[in-house]
């Protein structure tokens, strides 16, 4: 059986920016537009490599407006954007493992409210909340 990722952990990575000042980012992440609260669901799975992941879905129009705006915002204020498509998903855990691959691909979670983003620091595994703005 996999070992699960810590619920601690849990996170949907809208952009990723790597070693980025945090204090330029808190300022250009203080202005972006709201799309307002929103409700997603975890439903289905699958795997990236040996990461097994739950997929998101639910109001994704919202969420991909948050998305784009953060990082449209970013990419205005001097950061590299990233332009891969966006596959929002929540990591559940890094060893594959085929019974979890099986048990996601047929998960339908219960909707849960979206009404915060957080500007996260990952260092050394461990995660930060640096700063989060309601929706």
């Not at 490599?49 to 919202?62: E, F, N, R």
């Not at 990591?91 to 493992?97: A, I």
């Not at 983003?117 to 050394?124: D, F, I, K, P, T």
């Amino acid at each position: 059986m996999s070992k699960l990722t810590p619920v601690d952990k849990w996170h949907l990575t809208l952009v990723f920016l790597g070693d980025a000042p945090a204090a330029p980012v808190l300022d250009i992440l203080r202005d972006v537009p709201s799309p307002g609260p929103f409700e997603l669901r975890l439903t289905g799975g699958g795997r990236f490599g040996s990461a097994c992941w739950a997929g998101v879905d639910g109001d994704l129009a919202a969420l991909n407006e948050l998305r784009n705006s953060v990082r449209d915002a970013l990419t205005l204020g001097g950061f590299p954007s990233d332009n891969r498509p966006f596959h929002p998903h929540l990591t559940v855990s890094y060893r594959p493992d085929p019974a979890l691959r099986q048990t996601l691909a047929g998960y339908a979670g219960q909707p849960w409210p979206v009404t915060e983003y957080s500007l996260v620091e990952s260092a050394n595994g461990q995660y930060e909340r640096l700063a989060t703005w309601p929706l």
